[in-house]
Each structure stands twice: as structure tokens, then as C-alpha cells.
């Protein structure tokens, strides 16, 4: 157990359907990642929240949106979902806030899958 | 996006039996890490290696970080069952503000 929390597990939807995907990160970790995984993509960086702020973005399309509320949980909002959203998406968080070193700890995935 | 290519992209080997797999690019990283995804769960770090020339151990893992710092390996020994899953590298580029960027896996079966 990485102490990550992610729900839900699994999202059956429509496209054009919006949704809501939770993370609360480990105790004291400051810093939420969130990563798109697919087939034919990998693990594809979305976006990362340090304390509050977002800090670094990645792949994330403008459909997508995210944010780290004061509790230091973070939601990802999928909107105008299109079958090429459906994927694992995984929340990671870090010990190390402003010098992060890679070390994630990622939960165990919320999967999306849009019919 | 920034590559990593990671080979072999899959591995089926009998028990016991040693392992190779690797990553390479064409830019230089700070870091490189090396993690191990399971079925229905997500990946977990194995090993983290900050400097060029690093060769760290875990358990029957062991990796090194390239001089040139352009590329790492992963080796496992003795492979038992539980060895199965996806191994992924993952590097931190020079002047990405440490995003991490994944390899795409190289998959693990092992034959009992």
C-alpha cells in the first residue's frame, strides 16, 4: 500500500460525459502528480500541484483540468470525453516538494472507460 | 515529447535465469529511476540513481546510471514468479524543472 488513495477504481461513461477523478496523497507529501496511461502511450505526465499551485504541465489537454485543494487533495476533471480518453489515470505524490528527485508514489489507478 | 526508449519491450524467461533491460536517449538526464508495475496496481520504485556512474543494488536488482548519462540498465538475478510485471525507466531531463519522463515498459513473464 503506497498510501495514496484514488477513486473511483473503475468509471464507465459516455463520450461528450464529464468526470471527476479523486486523489488524496500520502500523509505530509506535498506535491500530487497526476499520469495518463495507455496502451500505445505509456505513462503520460499530465500535471503536478505543489502545496496548492500548480507547477508543472505536461500532455494535458484543455478538455482536462485539475486542482489541488488546502487539504492537499487533488481532482482531475475529464470533460467532452471522446473514446481516446479511455486509459488508467494515476495520481502519484512526492516527500519532496520543491526538489523533487522522482521518487512518486503512485496510488493504484482509477480507470476510465468511455463508451 | 522527450523519448526514452526502453528495450526490450518484452521478456519471456524460465525461472532462475538472469535479466537484462535497458534505456537509452538522445539527451542527458539528472536522474534516472527504475520502477516495477504489477497488475491492477501502479508502478512502485525500485531504485533511484542521481549520479553518472552510480551502480546501485536492491535485492537481486541491481542498476547503473550511463557515464554518458544518456542511458541506464536494469539487471535482475536469480528470476523468480513474482518477478512479473512491467518495468519502466524513468529519467529527469537537464532543465525540464524535474518532470519525469517514462520509458514504455519492458513486460516480464516468468516461465515456473
Known amino acids: 500500500d503506497s498510501g495514496v488513495t484514488q477513486t473511483p477504481k473503475h468509471l464507465i461513461t459516455a463520450t461528450g460525459q464529464r468526470v471527476t477523478l479523486r486523489c488524496s496523497p500520502r500523509?505530509?507529501?506535498?506535491?500530487v502528480y497526476w499520469y495518463q496511461q495507455s496502451l500505445d502511450q505509456g505513462l503520460q505526465f499530465l500535471i503536478q500541484?505543489?502545496?496548492?499551485?500548480?507547477?508543472a504541465k505536461g500532455n494535458i489537454l484543455e478538455r482536462f483540468s485539475a486542482q489541488q485543494f488546502p487539504d492537499l487533495h487533488s481532482e482531475l476533471n475529464l470533460s467532452s470525453l471522446e473514446l481516446g480518453d479511455s486509459a488508467l489515470y494515476f495520481c502519484?505524490?512526492?516527500?519532496?516538494?520543491?526538489?523533487?528527485?522522482?521518487?512518486?508514489?503512485f496510488g493504484e489507478g482509477s480507470r476510465l472507460t468511455v463508451l | 515529447g522527450q523519448q526514452l526508449n526502453q528495450s526490450p519491450q518484452s521478456m519471456f524467461i524460465q525461472e532462475g535465469e538472469d535479466v537484462s533491460m535497458n534505456c537509452t536517449s538522445s539527451?542527458?538526464?539528472?536522474?534516472w529511476l527504475w520502477y516495477k508495475q504489477e497488475p491492477g496496481e501502479g508502478p512502485v520504485l525500485l531504485i533511484a540513481?542521481?549520479?553518472?556512474?552510480e551502480l546501485t543494488s536492491n535485492g537481486r536488482l541491481t542498476a547503473q546510471f550511463g557515464i554518458t548519462r544518456k542511458d541506464s540498465f536494469l539487471n535482475i538475478s536469480a528470476s523468480i514468479p513474482s518477478d512479473v510485471g512491467i518495468y519502466f525507466c524513468?529519467?529527469?531531463?537537464?532543465?525540464?524543472?524535474?518532470?519525469?519522463?517514462f520509458g514504455k515498459g519492458t513486460l516480464l513473464t516468468v516461465n515456473p
Open positions: 540513481l542521481y549520479k553518472a556512474g
Open positions: 539527451s542527458i538526464f539528472n536522474t
Open positions: 500523509s505530509g507529501d506535498l506535491s
Open positions: 502519484a505524490s512526492s516527500p519532496r516538494g520543491l526538489r523533487d528527485t522522482g521518487e512518486l508514489f
Open positions: 524513468a529519467g529527469q531531463l537537464v532543465g525540464s524543472n524535474y518532470k519525469l519522463t
Open positions: 500541484y505543489y502545496n496548492g499551485e500548480e507547477r
